[in-house]
C-alpha cells in the first residue's frame, strides 16, 4: 500500500502536500480565498458566504448543523474555512479553488452523516455548506418539484402539502434531513413498499463536477446519473438539486402504534411479523421496534409496531384480520389522518402537533452510534429469545426493524447502485444513544451497540454482511489517505454488491484524480498502479 502510493507522489511532484498535509496549508487558505474573490460571478459576491476561524460565528456556522456530538468536540478537527453558499457559482468557484488548492472538500447538505463525513477529515478541509441553497419548485403539470440540496425534508413534505391533499415524496422519517446527502445515499421511508426509495422517484439532477461545470442528467449521462442515485453524491461531485417525480396517495391515510411486552407475546407477534411484514399487501408499512424497558423491578423487551396504511381504517381492519391477526389490533388503535399529519407521528411528534414545525432546521445534537443488517431469512422463535436475552443484558441498544418486499423487491438490484432489493425480508438499524460526554462513554456505549451486532451475525446476510450506505459505519471497512482499492471494496461490496464494480468505473472517469474524496468514498482506479483490481 505504501509503496503505491509513494509511486503517484512522486509522479505528481506533490509530495509535502500529500505526505505533511497540514504543511502550509495557512498559505494555501490565503491564496484559496483569493482564488474564490477572483472566480466570483460581479451578480453574486461571494465575500458574505465565507467565514474562517477568525469570523466570531465561525463555531456557530460550523455547529448548527452537526448532528452526532461524537464529532463536535475540542479535539474534532475543524475546518480552515466553511462556505456557506449563497448562489450556485459560489459552489462552481469553491469545488475549482479548494482542488487548485489540494484543500479537501467536504460537503454538507443536511449535516446527518452518521460518522461526521460531511464536517471531519484528518487533513486540511474546507466546508461547503448547502443550507442557504434550499429552494423548492413545483412543475403542476407534470407532478415534479426541482428540490435544492440544502432543503430538508420536513420543508419538502410541507411544500408538498401545501399544493396538494394527493400527492406525496417516498423519503425519511426524520424531518432534518438534508436532500443533498439523504437521496443520494438511497432514501428510504414509509412509503417504500409502494413506492421504493427516492432514488427510484429522481428524473434529474444538476451536480458541480471536478472541472466546476454544471450538468444536468442530459450532459452528465446516464453512468453518472446512476451513480449519485444511492452511490452517495460525495464520490462523484456537489448536487445542486434534484427533480422529483411526486407520487398519488389518499386523502384519508390510518396510522398506528401499539406495543407488545415479551409477557403480553411479542415473541410470537415478532415472528408472524418475520413471515408477513414484506409479503403484506404494498399499502401497508409496519415497522417492529424492540427496545428495552422497565416493567415494575424486571427488565423486558417492548416492541412498537408503528404503522402506515394508505387507505382507511374500514379498509385496514379485514386485511389485518386475515393476514396479522396475531397482533391483535383494536378498532382504537386506529387513527385516521392524513399523509402530511403522519410525518409527525412518525418523527414521534404528539397529536394535533401543527404542520409548522416541519420548517424547524433545528435538531438538538446527541452522542450517537448507529449500525445496520439486513435479513433475507426466517429467524426461529427460540432465536428471537436469545435475541431478546442478549438486549436485555445490554439495555441501551435498541433496534428498528423495517420491512422490505412489494415495490422493492420488483427493482432490479442493479437499476441503481442500491442493491438491497428482492429477497430482502426487512433491515435493521441498532441504535445506542448516550448523553455522558468523553471517550470512555463513547467507548463504551460503541461497544454495546457493536456487540448485538457482532450477535446477530448467524442471522443476517453474509458474504457480503450487507450494509445501507445511509446508516453510515466506518467499521465495516474505511479508507485513510493512502487508501487502496482492496480496502475499498470492503465496504464497497456491504453497501453496493456488485454494483461497486460500475461505480468504480464511473468514479475514474469522472474523477480520476480521487478530488472528491471521504473515509469510505468510491475509489478511482488510476490511483492504484501496483494492485489486483480486475474482478
Ligand atoms: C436522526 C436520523 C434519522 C434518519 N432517518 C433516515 C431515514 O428515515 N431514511 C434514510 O434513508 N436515512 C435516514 N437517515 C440517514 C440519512 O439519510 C443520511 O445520514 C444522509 O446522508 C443525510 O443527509 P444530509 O444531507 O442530512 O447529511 P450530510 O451529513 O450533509 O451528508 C451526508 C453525506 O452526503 C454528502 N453530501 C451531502 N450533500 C451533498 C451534495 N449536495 N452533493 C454531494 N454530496 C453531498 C456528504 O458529503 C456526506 O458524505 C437518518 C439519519 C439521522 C441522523
Ligand atoms: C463574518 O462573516 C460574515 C459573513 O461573511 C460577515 O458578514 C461578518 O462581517 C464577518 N464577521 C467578522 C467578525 O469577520
Ligand atoms: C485572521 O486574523 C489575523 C489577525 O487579525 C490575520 O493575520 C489573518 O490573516 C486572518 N486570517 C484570515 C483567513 O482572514
Ligand atoms: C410499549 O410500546 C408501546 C408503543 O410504543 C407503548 O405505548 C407502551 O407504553 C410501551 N410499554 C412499556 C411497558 O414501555
Ligand atoms: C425547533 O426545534 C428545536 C430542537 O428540537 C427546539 O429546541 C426549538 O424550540 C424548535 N423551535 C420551534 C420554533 O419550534
Ligand atoms: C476502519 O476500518 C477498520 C477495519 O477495516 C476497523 O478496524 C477500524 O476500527 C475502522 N475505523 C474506524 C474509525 O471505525
Known amino acids: 500500500m505504501g509503496a503505491s502510493c509513494l509511486h503517484i507522489l512522486s509522479v505528481f511532484s506533490i509530495f509535502l502536500v500529500f505526505s505533511v498535509p497540514w504543511a502550509a496549508a495557512d498559505l494555501r487558505v490565503d491564496t484559496f480565498l483569493q482564488c474564490l474573490s477572483y472566480r466570483e460571478h460581479p451578480s453574486y459576491p461571494i465575500s458574505g458566504a465565507i467565514y474562517t476561524p477568525n469570523n466570531s460565528s465561525f463555531s456557530d456556522v460550523l455547529y448548527s448543523y452537526i448532528r452526532n456530538r461524537r464529532f463536535m468536540t475540542s479535539t474534532t478537527p475543524k475546518p480552515l474555512v466553511i462556505v456557506t453558499a449563497l448562489h450556485e457559482s459560489h459552489v462552481q468557484a469553491t469545488v475549482v479553488c479548494a482542488k487548485f488548492h489540494f484543500l479537501e472538500l467536504k460537503t454538507r447538505s443536511g449535516g446527518h452523516d452518521y460518522e461526521g463525513q460531511s464536517y471531519v477529515s484528518n487533513n486540511p478541509f474546507v466546508i461547503l455548506d448547502l443550507f442557504n441553497l434550499r429552494s423548492i419548485t413545483f412543475d403542476d403539470a407534470t407532478e415534479t418539484a426541482w428540490v435544492q440540496a440544502g432543503a430538508t425534508l420536513g420543508e419538502l413534505y410541507h411544500a408538498i402539502a401545501e399544493k396538494s391533499k394527493t400527492l406525496a415524496f417516498p423519503a425519511g422519517v426524520c424531518l432534518t434531513l438534508g436532500t443533498g446527502g439523504h437521496f443520494s445515499g438511497g432514501g428510504y421511508g414509509n412509503l417504500m413498499r409502494k413506492y ?85 399487501p404494498e399499502e401497508l408499512f409496519i415497522r417492529a421496534q424492540p427496545q428495552v424497558v422497565q416493567v415494575g423491578d424486571q427488565k423486558t423487551v417492548n416492541v412498537s409496531f408503528i404503522a402506515l396504511f394508505l387507505g382507511s381504517a374500514q379498509e385496514l381492519k379485514p386485511l389485518m384480520e386475515r393476514d396479522f391477526p396475531e397482533l391483535g389490533l383494536k378498532p382504537e388503535d386506529l387513527k385516521e389522518t392524513s399523509w402530511i399529519e403522519t410525518t409527525l407521528l412518525f418523527a414521534d411528534f404528539p397529536s394535533g402537533t401543527p404542520t409548522t414545525v416541519l420548517l424547524n432546521r433545528t435538531r438538538t445534537p446527541i452522542y450517537f452510534k448507529f449500525k445496520s443488517d439486513y435479513v433475507r431469512k426466517n429467524i426461529k422463535k427460540e432465536d428471537l429469545t436469545l435475541i431478546w436475552k442478549k438486549m436485555i443484558e445490554l439495555e441501551k441498544v435498541f433496534v428498528q426493524w423495517n420491512p422490505y418486499g412489494k415495490r422493492m423487491s420488483r427493482i432490479p438490484e442493479s437499476a441503481t447502485p442500491f442493491p438491497h432489493r428482492s429477497g430482502v425480508k426487512f433491515k435493521i438499524q441498532y441504535l445506542v444513544i448516550w448523553f455522558e460526554d468523553g471517550e470512555e462513554a463513547s467507548n463504551h456505549y460503541e461497544g454495546l451497540v457493536r456487540s448485538l451486532y457482532d450477535f446477530m451475525t448467524p442471522y443476517v446476510t453474509k458474504s457480503p454482511r450487507e450494509s445501507f450506505l445511509n446508516y453510515r459505519d466506518l467499521d465495516i471497512g474505511n479508507t485513510t489517505r493512502c487508501r487502496t482499492y482492496l480496502q475499498a471494496r470492503v465496504y464497497g461490496r456491504k453497501y453496493f454488491k456488485d454494483n461497486f464494480r460500475r461505480l468504480v468505473r464511473v468514479k475514474t472517469i469522472v474523477d480520476p484524480g480521487n478530488f472528491f474524496r471521504n473515509q469510505q468514498s468510491i475509489p478511482s482506479i488510476i490511483w492504484y498502479p501496483n494492485e489486483k483490481v480486475k474482478e
Open 196 to 280: 421504493g426509495l427516492s432514488v427510484d422517484n429522481i428524473v434529474d439532477a444538476h451536480l458541480v463536477d471536478v472541472g466546476g461545470r454544471i450538468l444536468d442528467r442530459n450532459s452528465m449521462g446516464e453512468d453518472l446519473f446512476w451513480a449519485i442515485r444511492g452511490g452517495g453524491g460525495a464520490s462523484f461531485g456537489v448536487i445542486l438539486q434534484w427533480k422529483i417525480k411526486l407520487v398519488p396517495i389518499p386523502e384519508v391515510v390510518t396510522y398506528f402504534k401499539v406495543g407488545r411486552t415479551l409477557e403480553e407475546g411479542a415473541t410470537d407477534v415478532v415472528h408472524r411479523w418475520i413471515q408477513v411484514a414484506h409479503k403484506l
